[in-house]
């Protein structure tokens, strides 16, 4: 004897159905939010590296600096001799 399907059997399969499909998302949904905190902190993360690398300066700043510091220390020096050759006896 074969068992006719009755529309709310029907109904009551297909909302099982769906049930357990609305479950499958909530579980992708809880792993795409942990997803984007950890997307979030590395975002986070880098953008602290990247403002710190920033303020280093370059090897080419290095050497533009030093030899600013070499160019006054000439300037100096050069002062220093001409302000002994002029002073006064005293």
Not at 23 to 34: E, N, P, S, T, Y
Request: aromatic share 4%.
């Amino acid at each position: 004897m074969e068992k006719k399907m009755t529309i709310d059997k029907l109904a009551r399969m297909t909302q099982n159905q769906f049930d357990e499909i609305d479950k499958r998302f909530d579980a992708v949904d809880v792993r795409f939010d942990k997803v984007d905190d950890r997307l979030d902190k590395m975002h986070t993360t880098l953008k602290t590296v990247l403002d710190v690398v920033l303020e280093i300066p370059s090897k080419k700043a290095f050497e533009r600096l030093e030899t600013k510091v070499e160019s006054i220390d000439a300037r100096l020096t050069s002062v220093e001799r001409k302000a002994k050759i002029k002073k006064p006896p005293g």
